[in-house]
């Protein structure tokens, strides 16, 4: 699955993090067992090409400015999937 | 695992030094079938350990990190830097007495860069352009050399993915030797300009 099957996906925290999950697992680089929404990121090592495209992903799928310090900013998916959510509402 | 019981032969192993803006930039490049990150990172930091006393660059006092997400540098040795990167099996490790300094290596066959979003946020229009008038392989082979350009010029500034990689320049050219990876050293100057050196192997070269 890529962003670009995605029109503009429902914004709300639990659906973030399930969608951040299923990109990381398409990018076949992390055990797929690994990739909960509490697992620290820092645990992940997510190279950085996929920190990048995942950051313009996000944009696609959810029209927000996102860069790649939200990957450092914050210390899970959930919590970046959170980060995501909050933004959206503001839209 | 770590580097002291890693006993299988290295596939690849070379190493030299690029002198780069009137800085030497000692380097050291292979392959370690079977290696598992930590089994990497341990190794880099015996390379470089390795690297610093043979050339006697500084005093080896280890690394330390400034943050949790800030890349390691010499402990104690303000004016020297190091730099590793690893991608699949394949380690490149950098250290200079005296710059800043970035290094980094993308292992083939580079599939992802096949990705329309990354090519979208890594590029200038220019690479862009560049990668569009390519054949498959030629483009992900350029893309790679693009990216481990900008992402060797970042780590020399230690900005990393803060920097727009749209408006850096990676001064990459689309005429490749034949080597299983595209990597980079790159020096960040005193006066902040960054000078970038595309690593070829010398029996690599045609």
Same mark, same amino acid.
């Given at each position: 699955?890529? @962003?670009?099957? *995605? ?40 190279? @950085? ?19 790649? @310090? =939200? ?21 | 695992?770590?580097?002291?019981? =890693? ?76 730099? =590793?990167? *690893? @991608? ?37 229009? *220019? ?67 960054? *000078? ?11």
């Amino acid at each position: 699955m890529s @962003s670009t099957e *995605h029109d503009k996906v429902a914004a709300t925290e639990e659906s973030i993090a399930q969608w951040l999950m299923d990109q990381l697992a398409f990018y076949e680089q992390i055990d797929p067992e690994t990739i909960t929404p509490d697992a620290p990121l820092s645990e992940m090592e997510l190279d @950085s090409i996929y920190v990048l495209t995942l950051c313009t992903e996000i944009e696609d799928a959810y029209d927000l400015e996102v860069d790649a @310090s =939200i990957f450092a900013e914050h210390g899970t998916l959930r919590e970046v999937a959170a980060e995501l959510a909050s933004r959206a509402a503001d839209g | 695992m770590t580097a002291a019981t =890693i006993s299988s032969p290295l596939a690849l192993d070379a190493r030299g030094t690029a002198a780069i803006a009137g800085h030497a930039v000692h380097w050291r490049l292979g392959t370690v079938p079977g290696a598992s990150r930590a089994d990497l990172s341990a190794l880099a930091r015996a390379w470089l350990e390795e690297i610093v006393n043979a050339r006697d660059l500084f005093a080896w006092n280890g690394l330390t990190r400034a943050s949790a997400t800030a890349k390691p540098r010499p402990r104690n040795a303000p004016d020297a830097d190091v730099s =590793i990167s *690893h @991608s699949s099996t394949m380690l490149l490790v950098g250290a200079c007495a005296d710059a800043r300094i970035g290094v980094d290596i993308e292992a083939g066959p580079f599939r992802a860069f096949d990705s329309p979003a990354l090519v979208r946020r890594m590029c200038t229009p *220019h690479e862009s352009t560049t990668a569009q008038s390519l054949d498959d392989d030629a483009r992900r082979r350029y893309l790679a050399r693009v990216w481990t350009s900008k992402e060797a010029q970042t780590k020399a500034t230690g900005t990393g993915l803060v920097t727009d990689f749209r408006t850096l320049d990676s001064g990459a050219r689309p005429h490749f030797p034949l080597q299983p990876f595209e990597a980079h050293l790159a020096v960040a100057d005193r006066d902040a300009v960054l *000078h970038a050196h595309t690593l070829v192997l010398e029996d690599s070269r045609d």
